[in-house]
């Protein structure tokens, strides 16, 4: 539950830690933070099934142009994927939390580097079109849809990105 982690961030201004949101507001919240932060099981009895999994919160993130800051164990392949692909900090100690949190926070340089990694990252692996489309059409067909989904226009045949939230108490 989110109680037990806004205990933790209850002092510190720059974070906000928000419960259930409608899906009509997510948007709205994205933009107006610095930083998205994703936090992951530790309970042994969920590693066998999360070692190998990438959260759908993890592609909507990178979809949104902002870091990301995950806490997680480092032995699942989230952890990799967000620090072997310069999206985001990735930390796995609790005592490393809020002193990685808080660098991040600090350096626009960095996050800014993240976010457009996150975004391009995005693009190129996450968005069922272009998927669809690699599997389906020739370079130049490829190369041609990315060009429209890199330069933001759209028309009835453009790849268009989705992203889904999900939450069990909404």
């Given at each position: 539950?989110?109680?037990?982690?806004?205990?933790?961030?209850?002092?510190?201004?720059?974070?906000?830690?928000?419960?259930?949101?409608?899906?009509?507001?997510?948007?709205?919240?994205?933009?107006?933070?610095?930083?998205?932060?994703?936090?992951?099981?530790?309970?042994?009895?969920?590693?066998?099934?999360?070692?190998?999994?990438?959260?759908?919160?993890?592609?909507?993130?990178?979809?949104?142009?902002?870091?990301?800051f995950l806490y997680a164990p480092k032995e699942i392949f989230m952890y990799?994927?967000?620090?072997?692909?310069?999206?985001?900090?990735?930390?796995?100690?609790?005592?490393?939390?809020?002193?990685?949190?808080?660098?991040?926070?600090?350096?626009?340089?960095?996050?800014?580097?993240?976010?457009?990694?996150?975004?391009?990252?995005?693009?190129?692996?996450?968005?069922f079109a272009i998927t669809d489309v690699q599997v389906n059409k020739t370079?130049?067909?490829?190369?041609?849809?990315?060009?429209?989904?890199?330069?933001?226009?759209?028309?009835?045949?453009?790849?268009?990105?989705?992203?889904?939230?999900?939450?069990?108490?909404?």
């Open positions: 539950s989110i109680q037990q982690y806004s205990d933790c961030f209850k002092d510190k201004k720059c974070v906000e830690l928000n419960g259930y949101v409608p899906h009509d507001q997510i948007k709205e919240i994205y933009e107006q933070s610095k930083v998205l932060i994703h936090i992951e099981t530790f309970d042994e009895e969920y590693q066998d099934f999360i070692k190998y999994s990438l959260s759908t919160k993890i592609s909507e993130y990178l979809a949104t142009k902002r870091a990301i990799e994927y967000i620090r072997d692909n310069n999206v985001g900090v990735a930390v796995s100690e609790a005592e490393d939390v809020f002193k990685e949190l808080s660098l991040l926070l600090d350096s626009d340089e960095q996050c800014k580097k993240l976010s457009e990694n996150a975004q391009a990252l995005a693009f190129e692996k996450h968005n370079d130049a067909d490829i190369s041609a849809d990315v060009e429209l989904i890199a330069n933001n226009t759209t028309n009835e045949t453009s790849p268009k990105m989705y992203a889904a939230v999900y939450d069990e108490t909404g």
